[in-house]
């Protein structure tokens, strides 16, 4: 069974601050995604991660993944408030089943 | 271009009664679809996934007659839930996909919650 875990499982930071929010898995898979929720609604995509060394930015939040260690890192630049949510990383296993991490609720204190 | 809808976005029913949900595919036709669950404060379960003209493969624990998945159209799957309990009030994410298996993007729905009565 393949397990995705994810931590912090919270995360309180002031603005201005950086952190990471680590994403480990089980079994081999190539394909990892990062999404944001808001309260109450779906899934936002915020990045595909399709090979080992990836890298993607998008304004301050980078992603990153590393297959051989099974782990996909979010790091978060000088936090403001609107990064406030939760986030998620997904596995994608053979078939295209996504499995989900345990999510990383982050909230940023002015 | 990939939106995917569901309908309802909220729905509130009496306990014993059953409920359909729709998840569509807007823009595109999708040869594959899923459906997970979210419990407050939780991550999503995937509870199964659904291939069109074929019946849905459920995940383990996943009551398959419990929870009745239809695809029967490239831009269409349901899931029913049937004789709802309290325990079934959930947030239920459907997420389309271009095609089969490979690396295909998985688009997702609005989302439905649930509340039974």
């Known amino acids: 069974e393949l397990k995705v875990e994810q931590n912090p499982l919270f995360l309180s930071m002031q603005e201005g601050k950086n952190y990471t929010i680590y994403c480990n898995y089980s079994?081999?898979?190539?394909?990892l995604y990062w999404y944001r929720q808001d309260p109450g609604k779906s899934l936002e995509s915020l990045f595909v991660l399709l090979s080992n060394g990836a890298v993607k930015q998008e304004g301050r939040l980078m992603a990153s993944l590393d297959t051989k260690a099974r782990l996909s890192t979010l790091h978060i630049t000088a936090a403001v408030h609107d990064l406030s949510a939760t986030y998620f990383c997904a596995v994608a296993r053979t078939g295209n089943q996504f499995y989900f991490g345990t999510g990383t609720s982050l909230t940023v204190i002015p | 271009g990939a939106v995917v809808s569901q309908h309802p976005s909220r729905v509130i029913c009496k306990s014993g009664t059953s409920v359909k949900i729709e998840c569509r595919s807007l823009?595109?036709?999708?040869?594959?679809m899923f459906w997970y669950r979210q419990f407050p404060k939780q991550s999503l379960m995937l509870m199964a996934t659904s291939n069109e003209g074929s019946k849905a493969t459920y995940e383990q624990g996943v009551e398959k007659d419990k929870f009745l998945i239809n695809h029967a159209s490239l831009t269409l799957s349901t899931l029913t839930v049937t004789s709802a309990h309290p325990e079934d009030s959930s947030f239920y994410i459907c997420?389309?996909?271009?095609?089969?298996?490979?690396?295909?993007?998985?688009?997702f729905g609005p989302g439905t919650r649930l509340t039974v009565l």
């Open positions: 079994t081999t898979s190539d394909r």
């Open positions: 997420s389309a996909s271009r095609q089969a298996g490979g690396s295909a993007e998985q688009f």
């Open positions: 823009d595109f036709q999708a040869t594959t």
